[in-house]
């Protein structure tokens, strides 16, 4: 009897030990970790482990002249401006940006909507770390995303090319997510109707004609 739950466990710490790979892969400044929340990393590795959301990997070849490839450096040019990618600029991160642009080429010309995003495929590219509940709020905040995409860090040991996965949830698991996030949302309007409450009397009232 005490042997199923323990399988059960090992699954789910192996599932939740791959996702700190594949989604907090990059070290140095602003690395995070899948376990800063566990709430939502239980949900999301639940999910995975009963098929509601389906991920798949996908092996490359990194291409160390990427930046020769003028195709992909026109792409990179147009989108880093919009977004944080600005951050990073002739630094190791630009080249593996690049290259993952040149691994979803097959998915549409990309644009940039909050996110690196493919409208012809509904596809959004992820080339950076994110945790499990900014997933949830991306695919609540965007349900025309089908499919996530993110390449970790490619420069990894015992791996003889680099892997980028794919997470595409079923309809049950996006409302799941939904759910969550609701959740989250009315947890911290209640904590902020609290503590707005407890200062009552401490803080003084913004007078509302000075704006």
């Not at 997933?135 to 965007?142: E, G, P, S, V, W």
């Given at each position: 009897?005490?042997?199923?739950?323990?399988?059960?466990y090992?699954?789910?710490?192996?599932?939740?030990?791959?996702l700190?790979?594949?989604?907090?892969?990059?070290?140095g400044?602003?690395?995070?970790?899948v376990?800063?929340?566990?709430?939502?990393l239980?949900?999301?590795?639940?999910?995975?482990?009963?098929?509601?959301?389906?991920?798949?990997?996908y092996r490359y070849d990194?291409?160390?002249?990427?930046?020769?490839?003028?195709?992909?450096?026109?792409?990179?040019?147009?989108?880093?401006?919009?977004?944080?990618?600005r951050?990073?600029?002739?630094?190791?991160?630009e080249?593996?940006r690049?290259?993952?642009?040149?691994?979803?080429?097959?998915?549409?010309?990309?644009?940039?909507q909050?996110?690196i995003?493919?409208?012809?495929?509904g596809?959004v590219?992820?080339?950076g770390?994110?945790?499990?509940?900014?997933?949830?709020?991306?695919?609540?905040?965007?349900?025309?995303?089908?499919k996530?995409?993110?390449?970790p860090?490619?420069?990894?040991?015992?791996?003889?090319?680099p892997l980028?996965?794919?997470?595409?949830?079923t309809?049950?698991?996006?409302e799941e997510?939904?759910?969550?996030?609701?959740?989250?949302?009315?947890?911290?309007?209640?904590?902020m109707?609290?503590?707005?409450?407890?200062?009552?009397?401490?803080?003084?009232?913004?007078?509302?004609?000075?704006?």
């Amino acid at each position: 009897m005490g042997k199923e739950p323990d399988k059960k466990y090992e699954t789910m710490k192996k599932i939740m030990d791959a996702l700190e790979d594949i989604l907090c892969s990059y070290q140095g400044r602003g690395h995070q970790s899948v376990y800063v929340d566990l709430d939502s990393l239980a949900l999301f590795t639940s999910l995975i482990a009963y098929r509601q959301i389906q991920v798949e990997n996908y092996r490359y070849d990194y291409d160390d002249n990427i930046r020769e490839d003028e195709e992909a450096r026109r792409i990179y040019r147009e989108l880093a401006p919009q977004t944080r990618w600005r951050v990073g600029r002739h630094t190791q991160i630009e080249p593996i940006r690049m290259n993952a642009l040149k691994q979803l080429s097959s998915l549409g010309m990309p644009a940039y909507q909050g996110q690196i995003y493919y409208a012809d495929t509904g596809s959004v590219l992820i080339c950076g770390e994110i945790l499990p509940y900014e997933i949830f709020q991306l695919l609540t905040d965007m349900p025309e995303v089908k499919k996530l995409y993110v390449f970790p860090y490619p420069f990894r040991e015992g791996w003889e090319k680099p892997l980028y996965f794919s997470f595409e949830p079923t309809e049950a698991a996006r409302e799941e997510m939904r759910k969550y996030v609701d959740k989250k949302l009315d947890e911290m309007l209640r904590i902020m109707r609290e503590k707005s409450e407890s200062l009552d009397g401490i803080i003084p009232k913004v007078n509302e004609d000075i704006f």
